[in-house]
T-cell receptor, first 113, second 111 residues
Framework: EPEVTQTPSHQVTQMGQEVILRCVPI?????FYWYRQILGQKVEFLVS????????KSEIFDDQFSVERPDGSNFTLKIRSTKLEDSAMYFC???????????FGSGTRLTVV | GENVEQHPSTLSVQEGDSAVIKCTYS??????FPWYKQELGKRPQLIID?????GEKKDQRIAVTLNKTAKHFSLHITETQPEDSAVYFC??????????FGAGTTVTVRA
């Protein structure tokens, strides 16, 4: 079964540093998403991406965040200057179409110290 | 924006009994409602979804019902088994580009 792949699985970074989280969506999927989940809390929407541009973003997704699809396979989330409150599990997801079921990646656990 | 409320937050059932989780949503424009199961430390996995033109959908031991008038939808798991123990999230889609998740229900199936 096709999978969404995320790297790294764990990342520890110092406050103020930049991090890039990487995702390889399923190859025939057209819609890409980033969500985050703070430990023990609900999954929160960050951003959706289609046709090489952001379709929707949440209030969490401020100027410190950016996304990119640098080539035909990768989808990245960059946090420019990490804060302690950015510590969370970050899930990438992709879907073949709108309102089609998402496939989530296994997540990157980001810890900001 | 869309606000999805989910109840209960925890649910303990005896193996073989049924489990029911209920969600309400606020945005009447929402028309896609998936349910995800998340085992500890793992990714959320889609288990069933329903669209607003359907009132009920069933897949083996799992069923989902939707009441658009009341803006609520429910997940029903029958004949629960220990492997059903997980956190279950409901979600609503207020537009085409994002899901708003409920807070989750931790289901424990007692053997």
């Amino acid at each position: 079964e096709p999978e969404v792949t995320q790297t790294p699985s764990h990342q520890v970074t110092q406050m103020g540093q930049e991090v890039i989280l990487r995702c390889v969506p399923i190859s025939n999927h057209l819609y890409f998403y980033w969500y985050r989940q703070i430990l023990g809390q609900k999954v929160e929407f960050l951003v959706s991406f289609y046709n090489n541009e952001i379709s929707e973003k949440s209030e969490i997704f401020d100027d410190q965040f950016s996304v990119e699809r640098p080539d035909g396979s990768n989808f990245t989330l960059k946090i420019r200057s990490t804060k302690l409150e950015d510590s969370a599990m970050y899930f990438c997801a992709s879907s073949v179409g709108l309102k089609a079921g998402y496939t989530f990646g296994s997540g990157t656990r980001l810890t900001v110290v | 924006g869309e606000n999805v409320e989910q109840h209960p937050s925890t649910l303990s059932v005896q193996e073989g009994d049924s489990a029911v989780i209920k969600c309400t949503y606020s945005d009447s424009a929402s028309n896609y409602f998936p349910w995800y199961k998340q085992e500890l430390g793992k990714r959320p996995q889609l288990i069933i979804d329903i669209r607003s033109n359907v009132g009920e959908k069933k897949d083996q031991r799992i069923a989902v019902t939707l009441n658009k008038t009341a803006k609520h939808f429910s997940l029903h798991i029958t004949e629960t088994q220990p492997e059903d123990s997980a956190v279950y999230f409901c979600a609503g889609s207020p537009n085409d580009y994002k899901l708003s998740f409920g807070a989750g229900t931790t289901v424990t199936v007692r053997a």
